[in-house]
């Protein structure tokens, strides 16, 4: 089984800290995503990479860098963290195959920035 | 514009009754539609997906779903719910990269 960990399930920080939110996965996938979820809003996908030192901005990258020095890691950075930068950040990974196109998701970190 | 559309944010139903959840999206062309369900303080896990081939798709826990092309929908159905069906449902469309819908929250009452 696919498996997708994240550093931390819960996580509070002042205004103003440097975040960072660690994604690890086992499968050797080539695709990573991260992505914030916000009630009414569903899933919005932050940044995403195609393989090891690539990215790509996503639909709401302001505020947020990426970082993918190895293959199985995708951390996500919060530069500056602000309150309305409070939030579910769900990591996901998947194979580069195009017939293989199902996502899998870790458990979710949830941040307070107070 | 690309879009994904869960018409209804809450749903509540009776154990043992049948559930159907809306999903109806707007893309360029049929991109690969999923099904995906958060419990409480979880991540999401895969109820189903369509690639191609037949419209009526099975998945796990009992659900399915059914692809109609002709209305750009993509419907989750259960005959018989179970109260651990309680549970917010996301349906998402791409390829590549996904775009989800804004999930409808499923309540099961005794």
């Known amino acids: 089984d696919v498996k997708v960990t994240q550093s931390s399930r819960y996580l509070v920080k002042r205004t103003g800290e440097k975040v960072f939110l660690e994604c690890v996965q086992d499968m050797d996938h080539e695709n990573m995503f991260w992505y914030r979820q916000d009630p009414g809003l569903g899933l919005r996908l932050i940044y995403f990479?195609?393989?090891?030192?690539?990215?790509e901005k996503g639909d709401i990258p302001e505020g947020y860098s990426v970082s993918r020095e190895k293959k199985e890691r995708f951390s996500l950075i919060l530069e500056s963290a602000s309150t309305n930068q409070t939030s579910m950040y769900l990591c996901a990974s998947k194979p580069l195959d195009k017939y293989q196109e199902t996502q899998y998701f870790g458990p979710g970190t949830r941040l307070l920035v107070l | 514009a690309q879009s994904v559309t869960q018409p209804d944010i809450h749903i509540t139903v009776s154990e043992g009754a049948s559930l159907e959840l809306r999903c109806n999206y707007s893309?360029?062309?049929?991109?690969?539609l999923f099904w995906y369900v958060q419990s409480p303080g979880q991540g999401l896990q895969l109820l189903l997906k369509?690639?191609?081939?037949?419209?009526l798709v099975q998945g796990i826990k009992g659900f399915e779903a059914e692809f109609k092309r002709s209305q750009s929908s993509f419907n989750l159905r259960k005959p018989s719910v179970h109260w651990s069906d309680a549970a917010e449902y996301f349906c998402a469309v791409g390829w590549g990269k996904l775009q989800f819908g804004a999930g409808t929250q499923v309540v099961v009452t005794p």
């Open positions: 369509y690639f191609s081939g037949d419209t």
């Open positions: 990479s195609y393989d090891v030192k690539m990215k």
């Open positions: 893309y360029g062309a049929t991109p690969y």
